[in-house]
């Protein structure tokens, strides 16, 4: 079956030296969990899962030549990516990383689809590796549909371009400019002739950014391109490139929905999970004790729980949890005898780091797959 997702025509003190020992001393005894083994996809549309939660994908739809992508613990790098089409016509295929559904193919514990009007946030976190010797896109998507569907082509494609290298554009023409999420972008909007595409770019790359998906798919609806009762069925974040590509990468991806009153699945319910962020800052360091309470009615076997670490700050040691990677989207995990959380019970752990420019905490816990609120 032919995936074609997308087609693009042309014209991401002492107070402070005691706690440093104190978590000095307890790095000693926190055990790190092995990395996972980076696994590498050749066939057409093959696929693994990272993080326990999301889906990476090779899609090599629109070209014979190989195609390769090593997905890592974070995301994936384009280890291989031969061939090229003319920039007139649609790129080679879009290897990428998603949270929701896919040609039937579900991330595991996603609560995608959710229906716009029943979502309250969709916080996402993304790391973008470029290279120059290519032609591409790096491209967010967002899709939507009038009923719950996890498979074919949906409605409404909103593309996000964080990047563009060569002489290629968006579908359809350019509608103007808008500013969404803080950021001002051109607008363009359009069809394949399978589904409505509008198109955010941005007028110069962005290398990593945390956002609301939720910001765009409002300003959508504002342009009569989806409507409240329609369906949020994926974000996905990767690249369309039309010649070459190998290097590039997703160096971290993250993606949560909370729906109602932050529970997936479920408008208006109770938060399955509640998350509590305290910390002690100074000039240039910090640390965190971070408390998770699991709301939901069974017990969480294995807790991970992930969040994405603002720009700038790096996880130097950590205890009660092994905590990986460093920086970016992170994920906590239970060591031997607190890999449990039972209903109503609660986890603590904590982590010292670094961090450069301003202090912020970070966005989008999720627990297991499962969106967080936060206390």
């Known amino acids: 079956m032919r995936r074609l997702r997308h087609r693009t025509r042309t014209p991401r003190g ?15 005894v926190t055990a790190t969990a092995p990395a996972q083994a980076d696994t590498t996809l050749c066939e057409q549309y093959g696929t693994t899962t990272i993080q326990g939660r999301y889906v990476v994908q090779n899609n090599r ?18 280890t291989r990516a031969d061939g ?24 595991p514990g996603t609560n995608l689809p959710a229906r716009i009007s029943g ?41 996000i371009w964080f990047n563009k290298v060569g002489p290629i554009q968006p579908i359809g023409s350019q509608v103007g400019t808008a500013t969404v999420g803080g950021r001002t972008w051109q607008v363009w909007s359009g069809s394949n002739g399978s589904n409505d595409v509008l198109s955010f770019v941005a007028p110069s790359a962005i290398g990593s950014w945390s956002f609301d998906v939720m910001d765009f798919v409002r300003e959508t609806v504002a342009r009569g391109m989806a409507q409240n009762d329609w369906y949020l069925t994926s974000v996905q ?18 993606s949560t929905v909370t729906t109602g009153g932050g529970s997936p699945g479920t408008p208006g319910g109770p938060a399955a999970c509640t998350v509590s962020y305290a910390t002690h800052v100074w000039q240039g360091g910090f640390t965190a004790n971070v408390t998770v309470k699991n709301a939901g009615p069974s017990t969480v076997d294995g807790w991970k729980l992930a969040f994405a670490l603002p720009s700038g700050q790096r ?19 239970g ?22 420019g301003g202090f912020a905490q970070p966005s989008g816990f999720s627990l297991n797959g499962t969106a967080c609120t936060t206390a």
């Not at 209903?343 to 982590?351: E, L, N």
Request: glycine share 8%; charged share 10%; net charge negative.
């Open 335 to 356: 060591l031997n005898g607190n890999t449990q959380i039972a209903s109503g019970a609660s986890q603590t752990f904590g982590f010292q780091g670094t961090y450069s």
């Open 14 to 28: 002492l107070f402070a030296t005691l706690l440093t020992a104190l978590a000095a001393v307890a790095a000693l």
């Open 119 to 159: 979502i309250s946030a969709a916080p996402s976190s993304i790391s973008y590796g470029y290279v120059s010797d290519a032609v591409y896109n790096a491209s967010y998507d967002i899709w939507l549909d009038p009923t719950p569907r996890t498979d074919g082509v949906n409605r409404t494609e909103i593309m």
């Open 315 to 333: 996880i130097t040691n950590a205890w009660n949890a092994s905590v990986a990677p460093s920086s970016g989207t992170v994920t906590a995990s």
């Open 61 to 78: 739809w629109g070209i014979s030549e190989p195609q390769c992508v090593t997905a890592t613990d974070t995301g994936f790098r384009l």
């Open 84 to 107: 090229s089409v003319p920039t007139n016509g649609a790129p080679k295929s879009y290897p990428s990383v998603f949270n929701g559904c896919h040609y039937t193919n579900c991330s």
């Open 237 to 254: 974040a990767g690249f369309e490139p039309w010649q070459n590509g190998a290097g590039l990468a997703v160096n971290s991806f993250s």
